[in-house]
């Protein structure tokens, strides 16, 4: 995550200066009270030791990939004026900004339109994933010859009754919370992976306390049961390019309703119900009002509103530790025969994204750059090897 974040947060910054993508280097700091100036400090030497992630310019090498800098309280307190007095310490990072994320899902977008061959289907869900180990029978084949292994995706289109079926050589499974929930379909009940969901909710802020606000000021994160089990980044100040603020989010951990099984065998999850806490509204504001005064004490709860949701896609839950950010590969085969989780490599895989939370923006042109150049290029030259 580490790596993905900082080559992402790079050629994130190219990208928004060739589309013309509105951004804004306001930087951030970590500010920590007097108990907390160890983990501070423990940040910023990891910082330092950083070396360039894969893919960099070799010309960057020369230059610290993540400049931080250690200041005392009375100097956050000249960045940031309203800092309580208890903070004691901050972690200053330069390079931290912010982003129209609207435009650049545009560019995105542009970006498939634009490639030749590039296509988006809209208003289309995937209801069925299915492995393909060929077959001569394969529609279009020659006689005798074997179609190419893959993936059946059936995916239904607005309000179809009939769904549309396609033979995929390769799926990369990034959708998010259902990601895990699109390989669970293909593996047995007792290799299904545990799913976590936890509720953020953001709040905006009018009145006193923040008249001289102009950087990302983050608390200290909480832990959780374990001691690097971190579970949130903790409830943070953030700007946006209209100079708006909003603090969030917090951690509210939901309860997915139990999967049902179906008289025929076949089983039925709620794979939307998330969609229904998506709705702000004022019931986390008082916990949210304790946690910013304890960096921004004149903020007052009368300033706050609730603005907007989102869910965190967890793969451990909260008695657990920490994980994000996994890439899982399987292949046709692994669904055939008992083989799930063999480990051996084939061909035409399925790459399922899990986790991905914060900073998954930042890291989203990384990830893509990682996925392509080193997972799927590298698998199709040693298969070229292979038959040379």
């Known amino acids: 995550k580490t790596k993905l974040c900082l080559r992402g947060r790079h050629i994130l910054y190219e990208h928004c200066q060739k589309h013309s993508i509105p951004f804004r280097k306001t930087g951030k700091l970590v500010v920590a009270q007097e108990h907390q100036r160890g983990y501070i400090e423990n940040l910023h030497a990891k910082a330092q030791q950083m070396a360039w992630p894969p893919h960099s310019n070799p010309e960057s090498l020369a230059q610290s990939v993540l400049p931080t800098r250690l200041i005392g309280g009375d100097e956050a307190r000249v960045l940031e004026p309203d800092l309580s007095k208890s903070i004691v310490a901050a972690l200053w990072s330069p390079e931290t900004g912010i982003i129209d994320s609207h435009a650049l899902m545009s560019s995105f977008e542009k970006d498939i339109k634009d490639t030749e061959g590039g296509a988006l289907v809209y208003s289309t869900r995937v209801v069925r994933v299915d492995p393909w180990l060929g077959s001569s029978q394969a529609k279009g084949s020659a006689s005798g010859e074997v179609a190419e292994k893959g993936w ?26 259902a990601g895990p929930m699109v390989l669970n379909s293909l593996l047995p009940k007792d290799l299904r992976l545990p799913m976590y969901y936890a509720r953020g909710s953001y709040a905006s802020y009018k009145g006193p306390g923040v008249a001289y606000v102009s950087h990302l000021v983050y608390p200290c994160p909480g832990t959780g049961r374990t001691e690097h089990g971190f579970q949130s980044l903790g409830t943070h100040l953030t700007l946006d390019l209209e100079d708006n603020i909003r603090f969030g989010p917090d951690l509210d951990w ?3 309703p139990p999967i049902r099984e179906n008289p025929d065998g ?19 504001l008082k916990l949210m009002h304790e946690a910013v005064n304890e960096y921004l004490p004149e903020v007052k709860f009368d300033g706050l509103q609730p603005d907007y949701c989102g869910v965190r896609p967890k793969l451990v839950g909260p008695d657990g530790g920490f994980q994000d950010f996994v890439f899982r590969t399987n292949y046709p085969e692994d669904f055939s025969g008992g083989k799930v989780g063999s480990g051996e490599e084939g061909a035409n895989p399925m790459i399922t994204l899990m986790g991905i939370e914060s900073p998954g923006l930042t890291s989203s042109l990384a990830i893509a750059e ?19």
């Open 254 to 256: 939901l309860d997915p």
């Open 266 to 284: 076949t089983e039925e999850a709620d794979t939307d119900f998330w969609t229904k806490h998506l709705v702000p509204d004022e019931s986390r």
């Open 152 to 177: 059946v995706v059936q995916t239904v289109t607005g309000d179809a009754e009939e769904s549309d079926a396609m033979l995929a050589r390769t799926v990369i499974n990034a959708s998010g919370l």
């Open 370 to 388: 990682m996925i392509v150049d080193d997972m799927l290029y590298k698998q199709e030259q040693a298969g070229e090897a292979e038959e040379a």
